[in-house]
């Protein structure tokens, strides 16, 4: 197969995962409100398209989920609405690049994966569970580096009666997180295998 048609096959497989991001953002799919924060599917096509397009693929699948998170941030919409208020350019790294990150994180793990998971059969799932991890990992990490000492986060951390960072950051997220991990894992998993097999485990490779 010529590059010509690599390349357009890998653009066409890149537009139709970001359109499935998108819309649902847009029908509420992807997210559901859980006090503060969003309980977040949206790392599931983010997962799907790093581990069978590359980690590039999963950098733009990032930004994407990042974008949409960031007009909520316009909207005034939950926590990120009131980081907003506080530093716009630092809500945007937190919405925006630590996605990308989160999606480029992931192409690389699997490719490490991969190559230890000889029979491909385990690597598609610890792959699709580390989208929601590292998510939330690059997400509250960066909350606690930027925001914790704010007003705002100081008054949650009083209301949830933690003495540290790390013990804001598992009572705030708790069973969210947990929840967002296995179905993460299950659903990005069983997808990923699919289209791995659908393109007999030949990913649509553009050079990165």
């Known amino acids: 197969m010529n590059n010509k048609t690599t390349n357009v096959r890998y653009l066409a497989q890149l537009a139709l995962l970001a359109a499935i991001e ?6 509420g799919l992807g997210s559901v409100p859980v006090g503060p ?9 983010i997962a799907v398209g790093a581990m069978t397009m590359g980690p590039t693929a999963g950098a733009i699948l990032g930004g994407v989920f990042g974008c949409v998170s960031f007009k909520d941030a316009l909207a005034g919409g939950g926590m990120t609405g009131m980081f907003f208020q506080i530093s716009p350019i630092n809500t945007f790294v937190l919405c925006v690049v ?7 994180c992931v192409g690389l793990l699997f490719r490490v994966l991969r190559r230890v998971d000889r029979k491909k059969s385990w690597s598609y799932f610890v792959g699709a569970m580390s989208a929601p ?3 939330t990992i690059f997400f509250m990490g ?10 705002f986060v100081q008054e949650r951390v009083a209301t949830l009666g933690v ?13 969210q997180g947990l929840i ?4 993460g894992c299950a659903v990005g998993g069983v997808l990923a295998r699919a289209v791995a ?6 990913a649509p490779v553009k050079a990165e």
Not at 37 to 45: G, K
Not at 163 to 175: D, K, M, Y
Not at 180 to 183: A, H, L, N
């Open 98 to 104: 630590m996605r990308v990150l989160m999606g480029w």
């Open 22 to 27: 998108v819309v649902m953002k847009l029908m």
């Open 163 to 175: 003495a540290n960072p790390l013990s804001f950051v598992v009572a705030l997220v708790g069973v």
């Open 142 to 151: 960066y909350i606690v580096l930027v925001f914790y000492k704010t007003d």
């Open 37 to 45: 924060l969003y309980m977040s599917f949206l790392t599931v096509p």
């Open 133 to 135: 991890l590292l998510n």
């Open 180 to 183: 967002e991990i296995i179905v």
């Open 197 to 202: 097999s659908f393109l007999g485990h030949r």
